[in-house]
């Protein structure tokens, strides 16, 4: 599976870290790249974005620690993340510790995107991808089911998803 992961993968290098969100305790990373249309002497540029979707454990890290990880969500944004926990919602948009990492992260980095430079996997379904600047994300498949862990796919494609699994990893059009 590391090899298969890391083949299908390698499409990212180069391409900027243009996005990230999450829709409940699914969270997204979206990468864009240009494309080169017509000929040499009208070269147009379109974007096309490129979305992973992880289901399973993440983070984001550089050499100092853990920038935001994905059981941040489950803690109050702001100065106390313990503050009133029993009666804290977490799927709320931006009330997490998660979605404020995230937002800040990104904002931080809207001058000098973060430009996928490698993707390494293992042959459990993790995945490292190292951006410029020593930051990584990491997904690392953390239960023994045989449930999705991530995908990924180019937006507006339903027929094409790569989809990591406990059984594996497969081509899926869904």
Same mark, same amino acid.
């Given at each position: 599976?590391? @090899? @298969?992961?890391?083949? =299908? #993968? ?5 391409? &900027?870290?243009?996005?990230? !969100? ?12 240009? /494309? ?10 379109? &974007?096309? $974005? =490129?979305?992973?979707?992880? @289901? +399973? ?8 620690? /853990?920038?935001? !990880?994905? %059981?941040? %969500?489950? *803690?109050?944004?702001?100065?106390? &993340?313990?503050?009133? /926990? #029993? ?5 709320? &948009?931006?009330?997490?510790? +998660?979605? $404020? ?22 042959? *459990?379904?993790?995945? %490292? /991808? %190292? ?5 990584? #994300? ?8 045989? !449930? @999705? ?6 937006? !507006? ?13 497969? $081509?899926?059009?869904?």
């Amino acid at each position: 599976m590391k @090899e @298969e992961i890391e083949q =299908y #993968l390698k499409r990212l290098i180069n391409m &900027p870290l243009k996005d990230v !969100g999450r829709a409940a305790d699914l969270e997204w990373f979206v990468f864009e790249v240009h /494309i080169h249309l017509g000929s040499s002497n009208q070269d147009e540029q379109t &974007p096309s $974005e =490129y979305t992973l979707h992880a @289901e +399973c454990a993440w983070r984001i890290v550089d050499p100092e620690g /853990i920038i935001v !990880g994905s %059981r941040d %969500r489950y *803690y109050r944004a702001g100065i106390d &993340p313990y503050f009133d /926990i #029993l009666e804290f919602e977490w799927d709320v &948009p931006g009330s997490n510790r +998660c979605d $404020e990492r995230v937002n800040n992260l990104m904002k931080s980095r809207a001058d000098n995107p973060l430009i996928v430079q490698s993707v390494e996997a293992d042959s *459990y379904g993790g995945l %490292r /991808i %190292r951006f410029s600047n020593d930051i990584s #994300l990491e997904l690392f498949p953390d239960d023994s089911l045989a !449930g @999705e862990y991530w995908r990924f796919f180019r937006l !507006g494609d339903s027929s094409n998803h790569f989809v990591v699994t406990g059984k594996g990893a497969v $081509e899926s059009s869904d």
